[in-house]
């Protein structure tokens, strides 16, 4: 970067919006040159994990020695978590996965200096098919589209130039120069912006109520709690692009007519809080945040609030109360938090979700229309989601609303791991539900999505396949929102707490006729009963499950058998003596002296075998074998009588 940039950059304050356009001009001429060797290492969460800093380090390090002139620029996380560290390589826009610090000395010879890419470095689907040089050619990437993650793997999340230099703070100049306050409103009306958190009740509405309130002190809130289970969509955008969120928080303070603005984030966050508040105080000492910005008559102050990694804080009541300094307990509405009263200390707040806020800049730059473009007609825009689960390529996608869960599990996800066959795959985290292979070809959306039983939530998505027992994965999940709610209403705290007992005694083989009835009957109870959303939407990957696999649950029950052979106390225990190769770990695994051995064979003793499973995880050929267990079960029950 040049001394005058750096010298326009370091002078204080922006006094004005013509200050702002300078400074731009001159960042977007001398960042990011064409002609510079520059390495876009990803700096998420995960590629630090797997080594990104050092790996950094030494291609520092390299290129000293060797006198090249290299640019690394720290990013954001960059999507395909699992094969990190990966990076960006230009100008040659080489694409590589899973680099170590000893692939440094390469990198630095073979593709900085003479161009060439390494090959073993580039991304290959198998072994038979041409490497992929450029992202644009990974399968992982071609279906996506980024909007929320737009700078996340180009830029440096800790630099306030470089956010500027790709067009960041536009929005806002362009919000303050030419729209009033309503405009800004009505634009993110008119988008219909649907909140990514999980509801998907439309932003622009949200803010019409608070605006509405007579109050003169509004805040904004960022609701950057996350509690789902495997779900890093805010957090990456909270690490990898902090300015991006405080842009769309000041073009909804702008909007709103409020003055202060709290980002209330998990302690389990901690690269997140740090860059959010190094990026706050960046903006403020430019004078982006603070008392008349750009010298208009509009003034914002921005905060960051850890919360403690409560899930039910990612209600909205319950984040108020605990971003009071209060126990995170839900609250009944009325007065809502957009009214007086019902907000933060008693003041009209508007809450969205981080990933909500981010998308706001594009909308305000590009228009309603443009966003409307995208998705579909009820649910416009992207959506962020972490994939997970029995797939091959897992991470973070962001895709068009409207993709199908096919295009998202084979065509981004590159299918299910060991040619396995595919499953379930429960969306939107602990509350959402469970869908079986016939709803592949689902449209994700909103709407789509709750009308077959699941939801949208926050954007977890976790792939199941033929191994899973989807009765043990409804139990995980109910375990999960019955050890976080917060007990304040009883059809929640007592609710999910028999839910899940009736759970565990099927799992365990001891269910019972009529358990499945009792269940869903208390499912309905609670959904209809609970204070707040944690306990209304608990039910879902239970009743999911029910209604797409009750044969399952069925044979648990009747048949005492697992068909995926998971649970523990269920199935019949034999072992397969053509199979056998006699070599005795099944025996030795064996607590309960069940595994007995003779001259020829092994064998098991159905009185003494518990179904404990440790036989059968011990075989190393699949010799033991797990078969309808009625029968055991009945002589179990006999020999106790």
């Not at 010298?7 to 001398?30: A, H, P, T, V």
């Not at 060797?66 to 999507?79: F, I, K, L, M, P």
């Not at 009944?332 to 981010?358: Q, V």
């Not at 602990?430 to 009308?451: A, I, N, Q, R």
Request: with cysteine; proline share 5%; hydrophobic share 35%.
């Amino acid at each position: 970067m040049g001394p005058m940039v750096k010298e326009m950059g370091d002078m204080g304050k922006l006094k004005s919006i013509n200050d702002f356009k300078n400074l731009q001009l001159l960042l977007k001429e001398e960042t990011f040159k064409e002609d510079v060797s520059r390495v876009r290492v990803c700096c998420g969460t995960a590629c630090v994990a797997t080594g990104a800093k050092k790996l950094i380090n030494e291609i520092e390090k390299e290129a000293k020695a060797s006198g090249e002139d290299v640019e690394v620029v720290h990013t954001g996380c960059q999507g395909f978590c699992q094969q990190g560290p990966v990076m960006l390589v230009e100008p040659y826009g080489y694409y590589y996965q899973k680099v170590q610090p000893g692939d440094a000395k390469e990198l630095i010879h073979t593709t900085v200096s003479a161009g060439f890419p390494m090959r073993r470095l580039l991304f290959r689907s198998s072994v038979m098919e041409e490497p992929c040089e450029v992202m644009e050619q990974v399968p992982y990437y071609k279906k996506q589209l980024r909007i929320a993650l737009h700078n996340n793997g180009l830029i440096d999340p800790l630099s306030i130039n470089q956010y500027i230099a790709v067009g960041g703070y536009t929005a806002l100049v362009k919000a303050l120069e030419t729209m009033t306050p309503d405009d800004v409103l009505n634009e993110v009306d008119k988008a219909n912006l649907r909140g990514r958190g999980g509801a998907g009740f439309p932003a622009g509405k949200k803010w019409h109520h608070t605006k509405n309130d007579p109050s003169p002190i509004k805040l904004v809130i960022a609701n950057g709690d996350e509690g789902d289970p495997g779900a890093f969509m805010d957090r990456s955008i909270m690490e990898g692009d902090p300015h991006g969120l405080i842009e769309g928080m000041l073009l909804c303070a702008y909007a709103l007519s409020a003055q202060y603005g709290f980002v209330y984030v998990r302690h389990e966050y901690p690269l997140a809080v740090k860059n959010l508040r190094y990026a706050i105080g960046q903006a403020v000492d430019m004078g982006l945040l603070g008392n008349n910005i750009l010298g208009k008559d509009f003034s914002f102050h921005l905060a960051v609030r850890e919360g403690a990694g409560a899930f039910v804080c990612g209600e909205s009541t319950a984040l108020v109360a605990s971003l009071e300094g209060e126990r995170g307990f839900p609250r009944p509405r009325p007065p809502r938090l957009s009214e007086k009263g019902g907000g933060a200390w008693g003041y009209p707040s508007n809450l969205n979700n981080i990933e909500t806020f981010a998308c706001v800049p594009h909308i305000i730059e590009k228009g309603a229309d443009w966003f409307k473009s995208i998705g579909t007609p009820t649910s416009p825009g992207t959506k962020v989601f972490a994939l997970t689960g029995k797939v091959k390529n897992t991470g973070l996608v962001e895709v068009p609303m409207g993709i199908t869960l096919r295009e998202i599990v084979y065509d981004i996800g590159g299918g299910i791991l060991d040619g396995k066959k595919f499953k379930a795959i429960q969306t939107g985290g602990p509350s959402g539900g469970c869908l079986p292979e016939e709803y592949l070809d689902l449209s994700v959306d909103f709407d789509s999505l709750t009308k077959v039983g699941s939801m949208m939530g926050s954007g977890g998505m976790v792939v199941m396949d033929e191994d899973t027992c989807v009765v043990d994965v409804a139990k995980f999940f109910l375990s999960f929102t019955k050890e976080e709610s917060c007990g304040k209403c009883p059809p929640c705290r007592i609710g999910t707490t028999q839910m899940l007992d009736i759970l565990e005694e099927i799992t365990a083989g001891k269910g019972e006729h009529g358990d499945l009835e009792k269940l869903e009957d208390l499912c309905r109870k609670v959904q209809k009963a609970s204070l707040c959303g944690l306990g209304q939407s608990a039910p879902n990957p239970v009743l999911s499950t029910i209604k797409y696999f009750r044969q399952e649950y069925e044979e648990h029950i009747y048949d005492k058998f697992c068909r995926a052979k998971v649970c523990s106390g269920l199935g019949s225990y034999t072992i397969d003596n053509e199979q056998c190769f006699l070599c005795g770990l099944c025996k030795q695994a064996c607590a309960f002296k069940a595994v007995k051995e003779t001259r020829r064979s092994f064998f098991i003793d159905q009185d003494l075998c518990t179904g404990c499973r440790a036989c059968y995880l011990a075989c190393p050929i699949g010799a033991v074998q797990i078969s309808k267990g009625k029968d055991r079960m009945a002589r179990a029950a006999a020999s106790s009588k």
